[in-house]
């Protein structure tokens, strides 16, 4: 009985784990947000102040604050107010979490990737 009670216990904490990707997939899921994910990775580890990634993007302000709340509610990019800025960072950490979920199934488990071609993709 008790090991039932335990894969019970690890079914809901990988489908937490998988929803949280999803909503995280989900949050990169449109063309503004992945190239503001694209260009504050292009800025890491600094980050930029929105009006460097609206003039970059020419993005409306109010649709880039959208943007960058949702991304933010995901844990995909950090903000930190310096004075009247707020300066936006990719989270790199998150990021890599999100990559390395991908991984554990397509390149260790199943091997449906081979290892070697994601790095030589990367480079």
Do not use: W
């Not at 809901?12 to 995280?24: F, G, H, I, L, T």
């Not at 800025?43 to 943007?67: F, R, Y």
């Not at 960072?89 to 397509?106: G, M, R, V």
């Amino acid at each position: 009985m008790l090991g039932s009670v335990a894969k019970v216990r690890i079914s809901y904490k990988s489908s937490d784990r998988v929803a949280k990707y999803a909503d995280m997939f989900s949050a990169m899921g449109t063309e503004p947000r992945l190239r503001i994910m694209q260009l504050l990775l292009s800025a890491h580890p600094e980050g930029l102040v929105v009006g460097d990634i609206q003039e970059e993007l020419e993005i409306p302000n109010s649709t880039l604050s959208h943007h960058l709340d949702k991304l933010r509610t995901e844990e995909l990019v950090e903000v930190q107010r310096q004075g009247t800025f707020l300066r936006y960072t990719a989270n790199t950490d998150a990021l890599q979490q999100l990559l390395q979920f991908l991984y554990a199934e397509c390149c260790t488990r199943n091997k449906a990737v081979k290892p070697e071609q994601i790095v030589r993709i990367c480079k």
